[in-house]
C-alpha cells in the first residue's frame, strides 16, 4: 500500500488551446518542465485518433526529453498499439474512445472486450509497459482485470466528481470498495478524471489509490493562478488527505 500519493498531470489541454489557433503556443513541452519543477510525479497525455490534443509529435518530443515517467492514455486499437510498442512509455492505459465524445465519458468494458483486450494487454506488457485499465469502479470490471493480468487499473472518478449529496457518498464508497478489492488481488489502483481542489480529498484518502490523474481543472485553474501554483495546491491537497 502506497503512502506517498502520485500525481500525474494530465497535459493534453495545453495541446487543445494551442491547436485551437494552430501555432505552437501554448507548447506542452513548457508545461512538462512546470510540472516536473512543481513536484508533478508524472506526465499523462492522451495520444486521440483525432489529435484533438496532443499530436504524433508532442509525443516524439515528450519521450526524447521529460525526465518524469509518461503515462499514454490510448485506445485500444492496432495504430495506437503499433505507437505504444514504438515508443515504450513508462506506463499506457487503456481507455475507451468514442469519436463524438468530449471526453473519455465512462469506463472501458474489460469485462465484455476481454478478447479484444488480451493480445494488446500481453503485447503491451512483454514490451515492459505497465499496463493500467480505465475502468469504471465495479467488481465485474476489476474481475476482468484480474483474467486479463492488467498490474493496474484506473478508477473512473467521473461520475463520483459529477453527482452531490448521498448519490457522491454511495459513488465514493464504490470507488474504495473497488480500490480495495483490486489491492486485495494485487492490483495496483489508479483514479482520475473531473477531479478539482474541491472534490479531490476524499478520493485521495482512500489508502490503497496509488496514483491519480488530473488534467482539466489544473489548467483550466492555470489560467488564473498559473500551472505551478495550481499543481502545487492540488499536490497540498492530496497530500493533507492522505494525513
Ligand atoms: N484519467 C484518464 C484515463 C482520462 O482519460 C482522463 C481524461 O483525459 C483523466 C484521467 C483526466 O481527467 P480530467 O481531465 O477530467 O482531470
Not at 486485495?184 to 485521495?204: K, Q, S, Y
Not at 490503497?208 to 491519480?212: D, K, V
Not at 493533507?240 to 494525513?243: I, T
Given at each position: 500500500?502506497?503512502?506517498?500519493l502520485r500525481?500525474?498531470?494530465?497535459?493534453?489541454?495545453?495541446?487543445?488551446?494551442?491547436?485551437?489557433r494552430?501555432?505552437?503556443?501554448?507548447?506542452?513541452?513548457?508545461?512538462?518542465?512546470?510540472?516536473?519543477?512543481?513536484?508533478?510525479?508524472?506526465?499523462?497525455?492522451h495520444?486521440?485518433?483525432?489529435r484533438?490534443?496532443?499530436?504524433?509529435?508532442?509525443?516524439?518530443?515528450?519521450?526524447?526529453?521529460?525526465?518524469?515517467?509518461?503515462?499514454?492514455?490510448?485506445?485500444?486499437?492496432?495504430?495506437m498499439?503499433?505507437?505504444?510498442?514504438?515508443?515504450?512509455?513508462?506506463?499506457?492505459?487503456?481507455?475507451?474512445?468514442?469519436?463524438?465524445?468530449?471526453t473519455?465519458?465512462?469506463g472501458l468494458d474489460?469485462?465484455?472486450?476481454h478478447?479484444?483486450?488480451?493480445?494488446?494487454?500481453?503485447?503491451?506488457?512483454?514490451?515492459?509497459?505497465?499496463?493500467?485499465?480505465?475502468?469504471e469502479?465495479?467488481?465485474?470490471?476489476?474481475?476482468?482485470?484480474i483474467?486479463?493480468?492488467?498490474?493496474?487499473?484506473?478508477?473512473?472518478?467521473?461520475?463520483?466528481?459529477?453527482?452531490?449529496?448521498?448519490?457522491?457518498?454511495?459513488?465514493?464508497?464504490?470507488i474504495?470498495?473497488?480500490?480495495?478489492?483490486?489491492?486485495?488481488?494485487?492490483?495496483?489502483?489508479?483514479?482520475?478524471?473531473?477531479?478539482?481542489?474541491?472534490?479531490?480529498?476524499?478520493?485521495?484518502?482512500?489508502p490503497?489509490?496509488?496514483?491519480?490523474n488530473?488534467?482539466?481543472?489544473?489548467?483550466g485553474e492555470?489560467?488564473?493562478?498559473?500551472?505551478?501554483?495550481?499543481?502545487?495546491?492540488?499536490?497540498?491537497?492530496?497530500d493533507?488527505?492522505?494525513?
Open positions: 500500500m502506497s503512502t506517498h500525481l500525474g498531470v494530465n497535459i493534453d489541454h495545453v495541446a487543445t488551446i494551442r491547436n485551437a494552430g501555432g505552437d503556443h501554448p507548447d506542452p513541452w513548457r508545461a512538462v518542465q512546470v510540472v516536473e519543477a512543481a513536484g508533478g510525479d508524472g506526465i499523462t497525455v495520444l486521440r485518433e483525432d484533438r490534443h496532443i499530436r504524433d509529435n508532442d509525443l516524439d518530443v515528450l519521450m526524447a526529453n521529460a525526465t518524469l515517467p509518461i503515462n499514454l492514455e490510448m485506445a485500444a486499437t492496432e495504430e498499439l503499433a505507437i505504444a510498442l514504438r515508443h515504450k512509455p513508462h506506463a499506457a492505459c487503456i481507455v475507451p474512445e468514442k469519436r463524438e465524445e468530449r473519455t465519458e465512462g474489460a469485462a465484455g472486450l478478447n479484444q483486450l488480451a493480445p494488446i494487454v500481453t503485447r503491451l506488457t512483454d514490451a515492459g509497459i505497465r499496463v493500467s485499465l480505465f475502468i469502479p465495479d467488481a465485474r470490471q476489476i474481475d476482468a482485470a483474467q486479463l493480468r492488467a498490474p493496474v487499473v484506473e478508477l473512473h472518478t467521473g461520475r463520483y466528481a459529477h453527482c452531490e449529496g448521498e448519490e457522491r457518498a454511495t459513488e465514493l464508497r464504490r474504495a470498495d473497488a480500490a480495495a478489492l483490486a489491492a486485495r488481488n494485487g492490483i495496483e489502483a489508479h483514479a482520475g478524471h473531473g477531479l478539482t481542489f474541491d472534490n479531490v480529498g476524499p478520493i485521495a484518502a482512500i490503497q489509490i496509488a496514483e491519480l488530473i488534467g482539466h481543472f489544473l489548467i492555470a489560467i488564473f493562478i498559473g500551472l505551478d501554483a495550481s499543481i502545487r495546491e492540488m499536490r497540498a491537497r492530496m493533507a488527505a492522505r494525513g
